[in-house]
């Protein structure tokens, strides 16, 4: 049988292990699930079709983006302050602030005429950050 000090230091010992667990599980990554993040760009694709759907199509690929950025664990209180501190992750960061900025544009006044190259602007901009975050897959051929 142990003795009471073997036991202090297996329940020890455990407690340690699991709160390393807890860090590891909360503060790195979560792998993003692809075919729901392609399947929701499919979507968003789909509301380009029609004028009148291109303001929810880049409200709708932001939200993609912010579900994204929050399951990679970016720092930070808003979406701002997440895409500042991941700037280093994005390939093209200057597309993904226009495309924030066309997005937070809609955002503020709910009738904002967007033009055909508004919306692709945004929409590439968008994709670009999904593939860099692994979201969504690249183009490139391996």
Do not use: H
């Not at 292990?17 to 789909?46: A, E, G, R, T």
């Not at 960061?93 to 544009?105: A, C, E, P, R, T």
């Amino acid at each position: 049988m142990m003795s009471l000090n073997g036991n202090t230091s297996i329940a020890l010992s455990l407690t340690f292990f699991l709160f390393v667990c807890i860090l590891i599980y909360k503060y790195f990554p979560k792998k993003l699930n692809n075919k729901k993040f392609i399947k929701k760009w499919i979507y968003i694709q789909s509301l380009c079709s029609n004028k009148e759907s291109w303001s929810k199509a880049i409200v709708e690929s932001e939200l993609l983006l912010k579900k994204a950025v929050v399951r990679r664990k970016f720092k930070g209180k808003n979406m701002g302050e997440k895409l500042t501190n991941g700037q280093r992750t994005f390939s093209d960061n200057d597309s993904l602030w226009v495309s924030y900025k066309i997005f937070k544009k809609i955002d503020s006044s709910k009738k904002v005429v967007l033009t055909e190259t508004d919306v692709k602007k945004a929409l590439l901009g968008f994709r670009q950050a999904l593939r860099d975050l692994g979201a969504l897959p690249s183009d490139e051929k391996k």
